[in-house]
């Protein structure tokens, strides 16, 4: 079964627009945190933001910000007033804290155009 | 600070010919990692070392080795490359502490396996 979802595959959205990128999960590890980087087309992945199981409050960095909602196993990405620069594909991944791999598992990726 | 740093960005091989990707850190970080990447796919983790002389198995580990005998460096070696090892590889590190922290990424190495 699939441990990182992102439903969408592509996005397009208007210029300083808000913007909401889904991502779901399954663990059955109690503690776990959950990411989101962002890839431009020139290949580096970038660091966005960090949600940890236990944190009580939504995470935010910025114009990003994500919504937890740990009932629903859901850490969808918002980007507020979006920009041409936002443009990329961006991936949701978790770390288990019960994995000794310490991987991160990602999701497949959504690409988000966005529309002058 | 170069943070984490990947040689070659490209390479060219045919296949059974084999080749070592570079890792360097220069922050002291003692988790490093390899992922590759697919089109379409998140990155899947090839090897990890949770420090000097420590390396051990990710999820897709077959047909490639590595080796880490300094905590800066994590080489990643392919014994005979093969077609569909062609993807785009990523090193990362991590530091000390707690098991869900930040990975950094290095720019990554695209390999083409003719």
């Known amino acids: 079964a699939q441990k990182i979802t992102q439903t969408q595959p592509g996005m397009f959205v208007q210029e300083k627009e808000a913007v909401t990128l889904d991502c779901t999960y399954d663990t059955s590890d109690p503690s776990y945190g959950l990411f989101w980087y962002k890839q431009p087309s020139s290949g580096e992945m970038i660091f966005l933001i960090y949600q940890g199981s236990y944190d009580q409050q939504n995470a935010t960095e910025g114009r990003y910000s994500l919504n937890f909602q740990k009932a629903r196993k859901s850490a969808n990405l918002v980007i507020s007033a979006s920009q041409l620069g936002d443009s990329a594909m961006y991936f949701c991944a978790m770390r288990e804290a019960g994995d000794s791999n310490y991987q991160l598992i990602w999701g497949a990726g959504t690409k988000l155009i966005i529309k002058p | 600070n170069a943070g984490v740093t990947q040689t070659p960005k490209f390479q060219v091989l045919k296949t059974g010919q084999s080749m070592t990707l570079q890792c360097a850190q220069d922050?002291?970080?003692?988790?490093m990692s390899w992922y590759r990447q697919d089109p379409g796919m998140g990155l899947r983790l090839i090897h990890y070392s949770v420090g000097a002389g420590i390396t051990d198995q990710g999820e897709v580990p077959n047909g490639y080795n590595v080796s880490r005998s300094t905590t800066e460096d994590f080489p990643l070696r392919l014994l005979s490359a093969a077609p569909s090892q062609t993807s785009v590889y990523f090193c990362a590190s991590s530091p000390p502490g707690r098991s869900y922290n930040e990975q950094f990424f290095g720019p990554g190495t695209r390999l083409t396996v003719l």
């Open positions: 922050m002291n970080h003692e988790y």
